[in-house]
């Protein structure tokens, strides 16, 4: 599907130039194509059919407009915070259907979690386990569970987002999560719901995740053989999607890559999507600020920074840029970079651009891990953002004034004593 396309030289989302939006709202501003996050899970929630629930990862972008619109399609979510709950549950989502991630969970979210009636806690340690019975016993409830086990497999992503390795803080390793699955079923306030795996992030080789999956798989047999009858496997997220020249799985690629490894298995299955479902239908809208002539390196200066879209700086990520009004030819090779006082603050490096001060440029694929990554760094205000929908634009979250950042903090009085 081609949201964010050309027509006659000016860059459209779905059926409306982005110059309008740009004029309308200002920038820098995110833009989200209501068809595209509608496309992408119907896409993949038809190729891993009903025995799969697919849940959508708020983390990726957790704008209640844009959890609306998964709440609609009927969607499940996967959290990972009391904050998350609430959007979810803000949104219309349906706590029956939210499954809770996360190493740290507190309390006071265990609490609220259990209360609102979510499907399952993934549960990432013995500590927190235990935690979440004496709660569940507390509030007379049985807590359904699932242990979210470390499979110990290399993803071959970014390192930083690389979930499912031993060194790696997340998960439960295999050999304790079997002793652990034994205890708990013999606890009155635990209900065994299932097994949960995540192995890390734009995953572009499904190889991993299968084998990922054969082992939660064995993992389910071998508690089977012991009474322990599980409802569902969680796979957790992960496919990668196309920010550059990458070819990512396509819906059907990752259906059949669970099929293989669960052969068998007739229990429900839970997947947890972020970015493929939001990456692709998002973009940053910046305009050019100045250009500037560092002695032989160019920079392209820009009114979105790492601020706005933490991606480039954090893990030298590619965005692709691309003007609002298409030129003809390229210019020179480019630094685009934003107004934050760091090195890292680019936003793209050595990009052909033939752009001027005034133009408008879009950053492509910024739906997920976008606005969601955004700080107030440098006292910026946070961009607004858009939603389209064919002909229609809707603002879903307003632009941050100096006002709203401000109106936390105090101003004490002074210390000084007069003269
Ligand atoms: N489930 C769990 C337990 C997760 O930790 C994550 C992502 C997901 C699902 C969704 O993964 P996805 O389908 O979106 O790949 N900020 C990084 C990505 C961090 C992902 C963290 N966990 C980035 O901008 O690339």
């Known amino acids: 599907m081609n949201t964010f396309h050309y027509r006659d030289h000016a860059l459209y989302g779905e059926d409306l130039p982005l110059q309008e939006i740009a004029a309308h709202y200002g920038t820098p501003c995110y833009v989200y194509s209501e068809a595209a996050l509608r ?44 904050g998350e709950l609430e959007r979810v549950l803000r949104a219309g989502g349906d706590a029956g259907t939210i499954v809770f991630s996360g190493v740290g969970k507190s309390s006071v979210e265990i609490r609220a979690a259990l209360g609102a009636g979510i ?7 013995a500590a927190e386990l235990w935690r979440i019975a004496d709660i569940a016993a507390d509030m007379g409830k049985r807590a359904p569970v699932a242990l979210r086990v470390n499979p110990d497999v290399d993803p071959g992503t970014h390192r930083y987002i690389a979930t499912g390795l031993k060194e790696s803080k997340f998960g439960i390793p295999m050999d304790q999560a079997r002793h652990l699955y034994l205890q708990a079923a013999q606890h009155p306030a635990l209900e065994l719901k299932g097994i949960a795996c995540h192995i890390g992030s734009q995953l572009l080789d499904l190889t991993p995740l299968g084998e990922a999956a054969g082992r939660v798989r064995a993992l389910y047999d071998e508690l089977a053989a012991h009474g322990i009858a599980l409802q569902h496997l969680d796979l957790g997220g992960g ?92 210019g020179p090779a480019m630094d685009v970079v934003g107004p934050v006082c760091e090195s890292g603050d680019f936003l793209a490096r050595d990009r052909p651009l033939a752009a001027k001060a ?62």
């Not at 499907?119 to 340690?125: A, K």
Request: some cysteine.
């Open 39 to 82: 496309e992408r899970y119907h896409s993949f929630s038809a190729a891993l059919g009903d025995n799969t629930r697919v849940c959508y990862a708020v983390k990726a972008n957790s704008n209640l407009g844009i959890l609306r619109i998964f709440a609609e399609m009927g969607a499940g979510f996967d959290i990972v915070s009391g």
């Open 119 to 125: 499907f399952c806690l993934n549960v990432e340690s």
């Open 239 to 330: 496919v990668g999607i196309r920010y550059h020249d990458e070819i990512p799985p396509s819906p059907a690629d990752y259906a059949w890559t669970l099929d293989q490894a669960l052969q068998g298995v007739a229990v429900r299955r839970v997947v947890e999507l972020g970015r493929a479902l939001a990456g692709n239908a998002g973009v940053l809208l910046t305009k050019v600020e100045y250009l500037k002539d560092n002695g032989g390196k160019q920079f392209c200066v820009v009114d979105a920074a790492m601020n706005d879209l933490l991606r480039p700086a954090l893990y030298g990520a590619w965005h692709d840029i691309l003007p609002l009004h298409q030129s003809v030819g390229t």
């Open 358 to 419: 005034g133009d408008l440029l879009a950053v492509m694929s910024a739906g997920a891990y976008g606005f969601a990554m955004s700080s107030n760094y440098n006292s910026r205000p946070r961009p607004p953002e858009v939603l389209i929908s064919g002909h229609q634009h809707r603002l879903i979250r307003r632009r941050e004034t100096l006002a709203d950042q401000l109106s936390l903090e105090e101003n004490p009085p002074s210390r000084k004593s007069p003269l």
